[in-house]
């Protein structure tokens, strides 16, 4: 290889997360609303409604924490509003994010966003992978052939 080394860029990302039930409970005890519409989209309050609500945002709280960790924002704000865990016709769950993180997904090429996310009555637990889309962008300090 001549001219330097090639660093390769993954086909796909993925990210993990887990939250506490309590931590979620706790935090709608004492900032209702306020932390509510701060942190969930008004579809996701309303399929999280009924007796495991605290679990099911829980699941919804870490999918958002492992979108990030595949986005990678660096220094980009991404409100928690721009991560929508939207709850699927098939039964499970997806990813729509609008704003600043559907724009760093559009400049990193990154699409084809799965979610998978469970809970049981303390903890909850959420895993993303997205899928790089065609030609990826050039990172600084990163060559291609």
Known sequence: MSGGSV????????????????HVRSSVERFGD????????????????????????????AAKEAVVKVLRPGDVALPWQSIEIRRESWGG???RLSGNASALAERQGL????????????????MVTASRLGNPPHH???RHP
Do not use: K
């Not at 979610?115 to 959420?126: C, P, R, Y």
């Open 7 to 22: 660093l390769s860029i993954p086909e796909s990302r993925i990210g993990c997360d887990v939250m506490t039930v309590g």
């Open 34 to 61: 306020r932390y509510l519409t701060r942190i969930f989209t008004p579809h996701e309050l309303e399929t999280c409604e009924g007796p495991a609500r605290a679990q099911r945002l829980a699941a919804r709280f």
């Open 93 to 95: 769950c997806g990813v």
């Open 111 to 126: 699409g084809g966003f799965d979610v998978s996310i469970s809970h049981e009555a303390d903890v909850a637990i959420a």
């Open 140 to 142: 600084q300090g990163e």
